[in-house]
C-alpha cells in the first residue's frame, strides 16, 4: 500500500503551531498563577497578620468561649476567660455583663464566695467611670451594686437608663432588685413583669433567665411561694446548670412547707458540684427541723469536715449535739464556733451569740465550772465592749455552781 504524505504533512504542521501557540499561552496562566498563589503565601509566612488582628481574632475566640462556660454553668471558667477577654478590651459590655453575673450567681452557690459580688461591682465600676454614658455598661452597673447591697444607687442608676432606653431588660431587672431591696414589693414585682416581657427578644434573650428570677423573688418577697418555685423554675429550664437557682428554689418550698421538694433541689446541686458545702449545710439545718438528729449530724459533720475555718458549721454540729443530749460535744463543738469567730476579727455585733450561750449552757449541765467561769466571762467583756446579738446573766459573782471558785 502506498502512502501519500503529500496531503498529510502540511495540515500536520499547521495544526502542530496552531496548538504550539495555544498551549504556550495557556503554560504560562499556569505558571504565572502558580507563582502569584506562591508569593501570596510566601507573602502570609513572612508577613503575617499584624498583631491587633491576631489579638482580636483570638479575643473573640475567647469572648465566645466566656459564654459557653456560662450557659454551661461554668462559672469560674466564665469569669476566667471573661476577664482575659476584658484585659484586651474593658469596655466590652457583653463581657462585663458574662463576668459580673457570673460572679453574683456564683456568690450564691457556696458559703465562702461573698465577696465575688463585691468584685462584680468593683470590676463594672471601673468600666462605668470610663464612660458613665454607655448604657449596657451602665445596666451591667446597675445589676451590680443591686446584688451588692446598694439598692438607691442601683435604682437611680437604672432609673436614667430607662428614660432614653425603655426596652433594655437588664436595666430593667435592677430597677426591680433595687426596689425590692428597699422594701417597695410591688413595685419590684411589676418592673420585674415588664423585664421578664423585655428580656425576651432583648440582646437575643441573654437576659431571660435573670429576669425570671427577678421575678421569683418579687414573687417569694410578696409572699406567693407558689408562684415563685413557677418562675424559678422556668429560669431553670432556660439554664440548669445555675447551682444559686436550685437554693432558691428549695427555700422557696421551704416556705410552704415542702421539705421533700427542697431535699430534692439540694441533691441537685450536690449531683453537680459533689463537694458543695453550702447545700450540706443546708441538708443539715433540714434534717434537724424535721428532727433527724442522725442525719443532722451527719450533714453538719460533713461541712466542717470540707470547711474546717467555718464558724457557722462548727456551730450548727454544736447546736444539734446540744439538742439530742450530747452535752460533751455539743461544748467541744461551740468553742470552736466562738473561737474560730475571735480569730477572725469578726466584729462582735455580728459574732453568733449562741456559740458562747449553748456552750455555757452544756458546760454547765456538765457541771464543768472551769468553762462555763471562762465561756461567761469572755462574753461580759464582749458586751463590755460592744453590742452582743444576746443577752446572758448570772448574778455579780458569776454562775451559782461555781460561785465557791
Partial sequence: MRIVRTTTRPSFRRYRRRSGCLSFVIVLGVVLGVGLISSSRIIRWFDPPTSDEAARANNEETRRAAARAFAAGDLARAVELGRAALAVNPMDAGMLGVVARALIYQSYSEIDRAIDRSTALELVTAAARRDPRDRDIGAVYAFALAAAGSPVEASEVAERILETDPENALARIAHGLAYGGVGSYTIAYRESEIAVQSARTYAGGAFHMDALRAR???????GDYASAITTIEQAIALNGQIVSFYFERALYALQIGDADAAT???????????????????LCELSSLLRESEQAIMYCSQVVERAPAYADGWYQLGREYFL?????????????CSSLQVMQNIPISERRFECWYLQGQSAEILGDCDSLVATYREYQAMAAESEVGGVWMYPPEGPPMCSGR
Fill in 324 to 336: 439530742s443530749g450530747n452535752f460533751e460535744q455539743a461544748r467541744d463543738m461551740l468553742h470552736r
Fill in 216 to 222: 421569683a423573688i418579687a414573687q417569694s418577697d410578696l
Fill in 264 to 282: 430534692v433541689a439540694y441533691y441537685e446541686v450536690l449531683a453537680m458540684q459533689p463537694e458543695n458545702v453550702k447545700a450540706r449545710l443546708r
